[in-house]
């Protein structure tokens, strides 16, 4: 079949780099795409992903058999529910389900109403009553702005002084209209995610994001810096409670409003409590950059897969994980996340992709006009290795970075590191 991505960054990348695995791909196009996704498909860059009046043309133009899609924008927009009411098979939830990442306020809800544990939090428009909650909870804390923020809405404060400047940020703008309600919770210590489709829950391989810009998890939190999968730290009964969590989530999108039309990817963030596990926040799509390390894991056919959860068929589903370990680094723009330079001819990408076990997806990435690849983003690539062990990995996946050169590149030394030294180390 023919087979539409939308999205442009790392993720949409490693989703069209799967799905052209396939033996039922025929044509895949992915809109906008990136220098990547250029050499494995056909990029579509005039196409408005949030128009789902022109997407429906597009695919019928095209005859397409399956449109997958990846950002958050696209989903909140309607988009799949568009394309859905044309007959057309589309991996991703309607606007309703999309709500779980769209208001954090509406997420919160959800999961209280449906006995989802999760942080103690209370949600604001007014600056001042805002700040007063913050001095009631004491730090640490965690500051969101309410909508979306492209991954960068989300403040760890260590210091009460620093959720106050956090709770100013978002009021004066910082985040746009997504900074008008702003959530405030209590800081959970430890991390994982996990992955559910449809009313029934089918659980990805976990994986760990590094959030914030530097070695030492110090400074501003980004898009994600690196990401492994599985997760070490993680017990048999953690992953227990969490996949019985997802399973509550998912059934609980079958039932009104939702009414069983959540069709796609639900990311639950989770943090391990002394309590347990708990629920940080929900996603309605792929990680970015957890996807980078997830696919390259998954053992079957993504087409099969992603066509069952769009045409609600749970049954079919199955999924299998390699015991291989995957770890992934993120090349940025200098000054990433604050402004950077795009244009930056980038090298040694194909070099780094003849070592075995190495896959590079391109997040911010273009052509210009002599053919060269450059950067045209904040985090241009993603660098990711596998191994059998942890730490082979981990040294394959850096020494496949220092093969790769731009002008002002910089990285994360340290991604993975703590996992390494076990529970003892992340608690700390």
């Known amino acids: 079949m023919n087979i539409l991505v939308l999205g ?4 949409e990348h ?3 780099w799967a799905l052209s695995q396939s033996s039922q791909c025929d044509q895949l196009f992915v809109a906008p795409g990136n220098g990547g996704t250029a ?4 990029n579509v860059k005039n196409l408005d992903i949030e128009d789902g009046e022109a997407l429906c043309s597009f695919a019928k133009d095209h005859e397409i058999g399956l449109v997958v899609i990846g950002p958050e924008a696209p989903l909140v927009a309607g988009v799949a529910d568009i ?3 044309e007959g057309i098979p589309v991996f991703g939830p309607d606007a309703q389900g999309a709500q779980l990442e769209g208001s954090k306020t509406y997420s919160k809800e959800f999961m209280e109403a449906n006995g989802i544990p999760t942080a103690r939090y209370a949600s604001f428009t007014n600056a001042a009553e805002a700040r007063a909650y913050c001095e009631e909870l004491g730090a640490p804390l965690v500051v969101k702005a309410d909508g979306l923020a492209a991954g960068k809405g989300v403040i760890v404060a260590e210091t009460l002084d620093a959720a106050l400047d956090a709770v ?3 009021f004066s703008g910082t985040f746009g209209e997504a900074g008008s309600r702003v959530v405030i919770e209590e800081m959970l210590t430890g991390p994982l995610l996990a992955f559910v489709s449809k009313g029934k829950a089918f659980c990805m391989a976990p994986a760990q994001d590094h959030k914030r810009a530097y070695d030492g998890d110090l400074g501003p939190n980004t898009g994600g810096m690196g990401v492994y999968s599985p997760v070490p730290i993680v017990s048999d009964d953690e992953m227990a ?5 997802m399973e509550t989530a998912a059934a609980a999108t079958a039932k009104d409003p939702f009414v069983n ?3 796609g990817c639900l990311y639950g963030g989770f943090m391990l409590t002394p309590e347990g596990p708990k629920v940080l926040e929900f996603n309605a799509r792929f990680g970015d950059p957890e996807t980078q390390v997830v696919l390259p894991r998954l053992q079957g056919d993504l087409v099969e897969i992603m066509l069952a959860v769009a045409q609600g068929r749970p049954e079919d589903i199955e999924l299998s994980w390699s015991n291989k370990w995957a770890v992934s680094v993120v090349l940025a723009s200098g000054g990433y996340p604050g402004s950077y330079e795009k244009g930056k001819v980038i090298l040694g990408v194909s070099e780094a992709e003849r070592m075995d076990d190495v896959i590079v997806f391109h997040a911010g990435t273009a052509l ?3 053919g060269e690849l450059i950067t045209a983003g904040g985090r241009v690539l993603n660098v990711v290795a596998l191994g059998d062990t942890f730490e082979d990995a981990r040294n394959r996946a850096y020494e496949a970075c220092n093969l790769i050169k731009f002008e002002d590149m910089q990285f994360r030394s340290d991604i993975g590191k703590r996992a390494l030294l076990g529970r003892s180390a992340w608690d700390a």
Do not use: K, L, P, W
Not at 39 to 42: F, G, K, L, P, Y
Not at 241 to 245: D, G, H, N, P, R
């Open 241 to 245: 409670a969490m996949v019985s969590i």
């Open 39 to 42: 050499s494995i498909a056909q």
């Open 83 to 85: 394309i859905r009411m």
């Open 168 to 170: 100013e940020g978002c």
């Open 14 to 16: 490693a989703i069209a």
């Open 368 to 370: 210009n006009n002599d």
């Open 8 to 11: 442009g960054g790392g993720r």
């Open 261 to 263: 039309d959540y069709r």
